[in-house]
């Protein structure tokens, strides 16, 4: 029997990369799918802006707690559709 793993919600982010970049990534993904490893694109993507971004939110003295920011600005939404 397969364990259910609980999903988060995820947002997508588009981003440009050069054709040289996509090749290669794919490339590194085919090869870790042939040697039964996972090469996940987007938790290093993460895991990479996660860190950049804690150095801009500290040199932008953002020191809020951005989930509160984020569930006002999640209802403000929910008010404009509702309209």
Do not use: C, P, W
Request: no cysteine; charged share 40%; proline share 0%.
């Amino acid at each position: 029997m397969m364990a259910l793993e609980k999903v988060e919600s995820k947002k997508s982010l588009n981003i440009k990369i050069s054709a040289d970049m996509d090749f290669r990534l794919k490339r590194a993904r085919k090869a870790a799918r042939g040697q039964g490893m996972k090469f996940n694109v987007s938790a290093e993507v993460e895991k990479f802006l996660e860190k950049e971004l804690k150095k801009v939110e500290k040199t932008l003295s953002l020191h809020e707690d951005y989930k509160t920011e984020m569930n006002q600005s999640s209802f403000e939404f929910e008010d404009i559709k509702e309209k």
